[in-house]
């Protein structure tokens, strides 16, 4: 078979050629080094773009922040003026309104009440006593017979020596006598002790009538118990004194008129100002029903206070003060309501009446007006040296100190966006 000839050797055959000729060892030092290459080449196709990228947003972050951040703070200490003064104002609780002219400002009335009723012991000491006493019958053996009458309240006498007393009148009847023998008249009574105890407790005994003693009837008339007196007894127990009723008295309105203060105060909300002499209170009743003497443990006592005050709101107090030192300042001038100091106190206080005079001592700082939007206007671009001459032009003397600063570090001069530069109060 004659043999082909080729100018250009297809692929497979070059291989198969290239195989044959190059060593086992070669080709592996030629695939080694044909790897690195591509990597390489892979490698600069991937980061060269993204570092390019990164470049270009820090360039633009960059240019944004070097006109965006620069910003310059002013600070201005002004001078501060004191006005002070004195004046005499009325809280009137009929004024609706704060009126500078009349120095008057409206005033509240509040009104409270409270009842309480309380037990109070008895401390007084008394003796519980019984009288003891029973029935008696009276004999009239008079002769000649006579009916014999004993008024309510006459004595009787014990032959132990008690004294009993009737307590209502009695008529004896007089005696029967027939031939010699003489039949007594007689009456059964009710008598009592006078004293008490039960000494008086006494058996069945003969009574004598001391009434009677020296005269015809003394041995003719008599009396006879035939069974014992009963009920005499005694004992310790307690009673009301006068004392007692006064200090109950007085703890219980001390009580209730604190109470009724409390609930008064209650009602007053924090922006009202209380003067500690503008509350008044009024005890509408005090009483008990146990008098003095009478014998129990313990007794009731009741109070009724009434409490009421007047009051006044401690911003209608600043702005007539506002008011009155602001219509007082010179032209030009502000009002520093961080430095308002104001002292009062109450001249004479009708709280019925519903008016109280107020002695004023207040005073405030005030300063010359800054317009800080056209102070602002005014340095836009300049460097600090140039925007203290501006501050001196504009507040003249009427400044104590100023302090100038610039944001990032690098800026030099005040930005040329009136936003930021920005211009601060400060008082010392």
Do not use: C
């Not at 993204?50 to 820090?58: D, K, N, R």
């Not at 007689?186 to 006494?202: F, H, L, M, P, T």
Request: proline share 4%.
């Amino acid at each position: 078979m004659a043999k082909k000839i080729y100018d250009i050797k297809p692929p497979k055959l070059v291989r198969k050629t290239e195989e044959r000729t190059v060593p086992k060892a070669s080709l592996v030092d030629v695939k080694h080094t044909k790897r690195p290459t591509r990597k390489k080449k892979e490698g600069r196709s991937i980061w060269w773009p993204i570092s390019i990228g990164a470049a270009v947003v820090l360039l633009i972050i960059g240019v944004y922040l070097f006109f965006k951040l620069p910003k310059a703070t002013i600070v201005i200490w002004p001078k501060v003026d004191i006005l002070g003064f004195k004046q005499t104002i009325t809280a009137d609780k009929t004024a609706d309104l704060v009126d500078i002219a009349k120095a008057v400002i409206p005033a509240q009335y509040f009104e409270a009440s409270k009842t309480i009723s309380q037990d109070f012991p008895a401390t007084g000491n008394a003796t519980n006593e019984g009288y003891a006493a029973g029935n008696i019958t009276i004999y009239n053996k008079f002769d000649p017979p006579a009916p014999f009458t004993f008024k309510a309240g006459t004595r009787f006498v014990s032959d132990s020596g008690k004294l009993f007393i009737s307590s209502q009148k009695v008529v004896i009847p007089a005696a029967k006598k027939v031939g010699s023998k003489i039949t007594p008249g007689s009456v059964q009574i009710k008598v009592q002790a006078v004293e008490g105890g039960s000494d008086y407790n006494i058996a069945p005994s003969n009574f004598s009538i001391p009434g009677l003693k020296g005269t015809a009837y003394y041995y003719s008339i008599y009396a006879v118990s035939t069974s014992a007196m009963t009920g005499g007894y005694s004992g310790k127990v307690k009673k009301v004194t006068d004392d007692d009723i006064q200090g109950a008295k007085e703890v219980l309105t001390k009580k209730t008129t604190d109470d009724a203060i409390a609930n008064l105060k209650a009602q007053i909300s924090s922006d009202y100002i209380l003067l500690n002499n503008a509350v008044l209170s009024k005890v509408t009743s005090a009483s008990t029903q146990t008098k003095s003497g009478t014998v129990v443990e313990n007794f009731n006592y009741n109070v009724a206070v009434t409490a009421s005050a007047l009051a006044f709101k401690k911003s209608d107090l600043d702005k007539y003060v506002r008011s009155y030192i602001i219509s007082q300042m010179p032209e030009g001038k502000t009002l520093l309501d961080s430095n308002l100091k104001i002292d009062y106190s109450a001249s004479t206080v009708d709280v019925s009446g519903g008016k109280a005079v107020l002695n004023l001592d207040f005073s405030s700082g005030v300063y010359k007006n800054i317009d800080k939007n056209s102070l602002s206007l005014s340095m836009l671009g300049e460097n600090a040296d140039q925007m203290r001459v501006t501050i001196a032009n504009s507040l003249e003397d009427q400044v104590s100190n100023t302090k100038i600063s610039f944001w990032p570090f690098w800026v030099t001069s005040a930005p040329n966006s009136q936003k930021a530069v920005n211009i601060e109060l400060e008082f010392q």
